[in-house]
């Protein structure tokens, strides 16, 4: 999984919060399946980004980012990913839960190097 912030992107945008507990956290063939997952989003019109983490319980979530619901259901229908979604059901999450909102203001904060705060 990612370890780095995806850009922000000028709003209105939606977001997908996939949240879930993984029956097995240190399963390097999950880990590999992700990272395919992420970079077969890259690919597709209307991504923005992705952000995700796991703590060592298994508790995780990715935060994908979209330009319009028409994006995120091509996402959702998308043959790989659609395998990918079969395969968590059936070997990899306890349970999860995927929740989608509209972003509608966004901002961010960056302290640089002097330790002086940077507001957007």
Do not use: C
Request: glycine residues 6%; charged residues 30%.
């Amino acid at each position: 999984m990612t370890s780095q912030f995806a850009p922000m992107a000028e709003p209105p945008y939606y977001v997908v919060i996939f949240t879930n507990k993984h029956n097995a956290p240190d399963d390097a063939d999950y880990e590999t399946a992700g990272q395919a997952m992420e970079e077969l989003a890259k690919t597709m019109p209307g991504y923005l980004g992705f952000e995700a983490a796991r703590g060592e319980d298994g508790f995780g979530f990715a935060i994908s980012y979209w330009e319009s619901e028409e994006a995120i259901a091509n996402w959702k229908r998308q043959a790989v990913h659609l395998e990918m979604q079969k395969r968590g059901r059936s070997d990899w999450y306890e349970f999860y839960n995927v929740r989608i909102a509209k972003v509608e203001r966004a901002y961010s904060m960056k302290t640089n190097k002097m330790g002086k705060e940077n507001s957007k």
